[in-house]
């Protein structure tokens, strides 16, 4: 699953981590996906408010709502969770965008079949 919603900045908000959301993501940070993973590892600070905006700017744009919020906005949401990088819902949004974009890598067709020699 790609969406999540729970209590942040003072309301119930949802976040939607699909294929629009990971095309915005790596454009804000001019990185390729193998980029975006190293990014995540490096850089949880400025990652984490930045997942968390596109995902729901997705979701916003996608009920047909207004952008009230900036990135900085999130950035206070984020800000007034005590230890948010171990957070329950800030592990669960990485987790569901890690997961979108191992759901939209490229598979690996050329698999050897069993028994088969390789050269």
């Known amino acids: 699953m790609n969406y999540i919603e729970f209590q942040i900045g003072g309301k ?13 993501i790596l454009k804000h940070y001019d990185v390729d996906i193998i980029g975006f993973g ?11 408010p930045a997942i968390l905006y596109y995902g729901h700017y997705h979701d916003v744009v996608r009920k047909g709502g207004a952008i009230d919020f900036k990135l900085f906005t999130v950035e206070d949401w984020v800000e007034e969770i005590d230890n948010p990088m171990n957070d329950a819902n800030m592990v669960s949004v990485t ?5 979108s974009v191992i759901k939209y890598l490229p598979k690996n067709e050329n698999k050897a079949v069993e028994g088969e020699k390789k050269s």
């Open 95 to 99: 987790e569901r965008c890690i997961n």
């Open 12 to 24: 119930l908000r949802g976040f939607k981590f699909g294929i629009g959301f990971l095309g915005d």
């Open 38 to 48: 190293d990014l995540i590892s490096k850089n949880p600070f400025s990652v984490l």
